[in-house]
Antibody, heavy 120, light 109 residues
């Protein structure tokens, strides 16, 4: 059973860079067939896809966030990471990592989510 | 940018049937978009109900079904139960990206 766990600061100052890491257990990021994803949910709002990365390093981003987002993968640690630069209060959200199955065509495993608040 | 549309809210009586839809601001949804459906309850991560248009995820009751109805993807709940009261999201695969619908808040009363 694949499990994902987000980690990182819960509070980030405006204009700084939000950094989160997702640790994958119960499966290998390098096994292929999955796009390792970041999704966020503003308080009381819907889900927003941020982007995903294949184990080879190929990345795909939401066009609305592309200029500020970097997703990277560390196969040796079985982790992938999110960096979102120049944050504002509008980036306050619960951030989820998830795996998008290329075979099934869905987000089949999710982390529990972590709340990141942007505030001075 | 493509917008994926869902009804903001819907209400169903216990035991009733409800169909939630997932459309595009421009164009029609087909199986090529690999529509998937998720249920989210407060404080929890979403869970998959349906993937690839009409395949139920493991452990999902058969009262949930997926289809294409006209130019939209659809999630039908037959025999709604109280614990089906949740937020429901669809996701469409757009080639190199995915897009979430805005979600439907389903009330069972």
């Amino acid at each position: 059973q694949v499990q994902l766990q987000e980690s990182g600061p819960g509070l980030v100052k405006p204009s700084q860079t939000l950094s989160l890491t997702c640790t994958v257990s119960g499966g290998s990021i390098s096994s292929g067939g999955y796009y390792w994803s970041w999704i966020r949910q503003h308080p009381g709002k819907g889900l927003e896809w941020i982007g995903y990365i294949y184990y080879s390093g190929s990345t795909y981003y939401n066009p609305s966030l592309k200029s500020r987002v970097t997703i990277s993968v560390d196969t040796s640690k079985n982790q992938f990471s999110l960096k979102l630069s120049s944050v504002t209060a509008a980036d306050t959200a619960v951030y989820y990592c998830a795996s998008y199955s290329n075979y099934r065509g869905d987000f089949d495993y999710w982390g529990q989510g972590t709340l990141v608040t942007v505030s001075s | 940018q493509t917008v994926v549309t869902q009804e903001p809210s819907f209400s169903v009586s216990p035991g009733g049937t409800v169909t939630l839809t997932c459309g595009l601001s421009s164009g029609s949804v087909s199986t090529s978009y690999y529509p998937s459906w998720y249920q989210q309850t407060p404080g929890q991560a979403p869970r998959t109900l349906i993937y690839s248009t009409n395949t139920r995820s493991s452990g999902v009751p058969d009262r949930f079904s997926g289809s294409i109805l006209g130019n939209k993807a659809a999630l039908t709940i037959t025999g709604a139960q109280a614990d089906d009261e949740s937020d429901y999201y669809c996701v469409l695969y757009m080639g190199s990206a995915v897009v979430f619908g805005g979600g439907t808040k389903l009330t069972v009363l």
